[in-house]
């Protein structure tokens, strides 16, 4: 499987053969699924996740509802038209879902509905709210990688009780989070996040692979287990910028910038500063025909999160770039990000 690219040209990864059923049944004891599920698979083929939803489907045999490219309004049409218990989708597709007015969501029947199971990238604490309270409690979350395939899922009362949570470890599957010389921290301490299970890759094509720890692979991201064992990632590694010597992490800040009722959308990375070494720049694309205040956006921060996360630099756009699988790529973002 070729990783997502969002930093560079994607890598291939060497994905072992599943070994049994074993497998697939670490999926389905946190996202329940059934044989005679209509499963409508959204999220693209060559990805992991929409060639995970093939794969589970045809396992179980259960009926497929498959889609040559994705249309927000289309994938309510096929729900109502198949009755389909079970959407595979990546979270841009459901920001596009809610995206369409309500009146036009209103003509389809989704009552049948049983399971949306969604991966590919982090999902803001505030669409997952307005998507479970348009929909149901249907929504599962599985947080994973290429190279680790998944780490945790999130269950639908999990992320009602706690809309940031990746969710707990699948059956057969460790998880540890580590300091920097390998000992796993306590609850509620950030450090890296490692995971152990049956399909760990076996390295990329053009050589290297993870750092691994205790048969734990490390997936690259940052975060911590609170006390019910739920686990919160804080942000990839290289995501971290140290600004006036604060260790800070971009998803935080994202999280609490859509909470503005004008923000549609919104992606925060770390740029060069003279003074501080690294500073956040937010890109925000607001909803159609509402203003965003840049300052508005730094005094939240400022008084929710502390100076040192407030973005100087704010940036206005129509839409964020994002690669085939729905990821932001950051590379392509404007690089003028003079504060305004």
Same mark, same amino acid.
């Given at each position: 499987?070729?990783?997502?690219?969002?930093?560079?040209?994607?890598?291939?990864?060497?994905?072992?053969?599943?070994?049994?059923?074993?497998?697939?049944?670490?999926?389905?004891? $946190?996202? +329940? /699924?059934?044989?005679?599920?209509?499963? %409508?698979? #959204?999220?693209? &083929?060559?990805?992991?996740? *929409?060639?995970? !939803?093939?794969?589970?489907?045809?396992?179980?045999?259960?009926?497929?509802?498959?889609?040559?490219?994705?249309?927000?309004?289309?994938?309510?049409?096929?729900?109502?038209?198949?009755?389909?218990?079970?959407?595979?989708?990546?979270?841009?597709?459901?920001?596009?879902?809610?995206?369409?007015?309500?009146?036009?969501?209103?003509?389809?029947?989704?009552?049948?509905?049983?399971?949306?199971?969604?991966?590919?990238?982090?999902?803001?604490?505030?669409?997952?709210?307005?998507?479970?309270?348009?929909?149901?409690?249907?929504?599962?979350?599985?947080?994973?990688?290429?190279?680790?395939?998944?780490?945790?899922?999130?269950?639908?009362?999990?992320?009602?009780?706690?809309?940031?949570?990746?969710? $707990?470890? +699948? /059956?057969?599957?460790?998880?540890?989070? %580590?300091? #920097?010389?390998? &000992?796993?921290?306590?609850? *509620?301490?950030? !450090?890296?996040?490692?995971?152990?299970?049956?399909?760990?890759?076996?390295?990329?094509?053009?050589?290297?692979?993870?750092?691994?720890?205790?048969?734990?692979?490390?997936?690259?991201?940052?975060?911590?287990?609170?006390?019910?064992?739920?686990?919160?990632?804080?942000?990839?590694?290289?995501?971290?910028?140290?600004?006036?010597?604060?260790?800070?992490?971009?998803?935080?800040?994202?999280?609490?910038?859509?909470?503005?009722?004008?923000?549609?959308?919104?992606?925060?990375?770390?740029?060069?500063?003279?003074?501080?070494?690294?500073?956040?720049?937010?890109?925000?694309?607001?909803?159609?025909?509402?203003?965003?205040?840049?300052?508005?956006?730094?005094?939240?921060?400022?008084?929710?999160?502390?100076?040192?996360?407030?973005?100087?630099?704010?940036? %206005?756009?129509?839409?964020?770039?994002?690669?085939?699988? *729905?990821?932001?790529?950051?590379?392509?973002?404007?690089?003028?990000?003079?504060?305004?």
């Amino acid at each position: 499987m070729l990783t997502s690219g969002t930093t560079g040209t994607p890598k291939g990864a060497r994905r072992p053969t599943p070994k049994g059923p074993q497998d697939a049944a670490s999926v389905l004891s $946190r996202i +329940p /699924l059934r044989s005679s599920d209509r499963i %409508l698979v #959204a999220a693209p &083929v060559f990805h992991t996740w *929409g060639l995970a !939803g093939v794969q589970l489907g045809m396992s179980m045999r259960a009926t497929l509802v498959m889609r040559r490219q994705f249309d927000p309004e289309d994938v309510l049409r096929a729900v109502a038209e198949h009755r389909c218990t079970a959407v595979f989708a990546v979270p841009v597709m459901l920001r596009r879902i809610m995206d369409l007015p309500p009146r036009v969501r209103a003509r389809y029947d989704t009552s049948s509905l049983r399971v949306v199971a969604c991966s590919g990238s982090a999902m803001s604490p505030k669409l997952i709210t307005e998507f479970m309270d348009e929909f149901g409690d249907v929504l599962y979350n599985l947080y994973g990688s290429t190279e680790v395939s998944w780490a945790t899922i999130a269950t639908p009362e999990e992320m009602r009780r706690s809309p940031t949570t990746a969710g $707990r470890p +699948p /059956l057969g599957t460790r998880l540890a989070v %580590l300091d #920097a010389d390998g &000992v796993e921290v306590p609850p *509620g301490t950030e !450090g890296s996040i490692h995971v152990g299970n049956e399909m760990l890759f076996e390295g990329y094509t053009t050589g290297g692979t993870r750092d691994v720890a205790h048969g734990l692979m490390a997936t690259g991201d940052r975060g911590h287990v609170d006390g019910d064992g739920l686990l919160h990632v804080a942000g990839r590694d290289d995501d971290m910028i140290i600004s006036g010597g604060e260790n800070v992490f971009p998803r935080p800040v994202e999280e609490l910038i859509v909470t503005l009722p004008a923000v549609r959308e919104v992606v925060v990375t770390g740029v060069p500063d003279e003074e501080f070494g690294h500073r956040f720049a937010a890109f925000v694309v607001p909803y159609e025909g509402r203003e965003v205040d840049p300052n508005e956006v730094r005094l939240l921060v400022r008084q929710e999160l502390g100076r040192f996360s407030v973005p100087r630099d704010v940036v %206005l756009l129509d839409e964020l770039p994002r690669n085939a699988t *729905g990821k932001v790529v950051k590379r392509r973002l404007p690089t003028d990000t003079a504060p305004r």
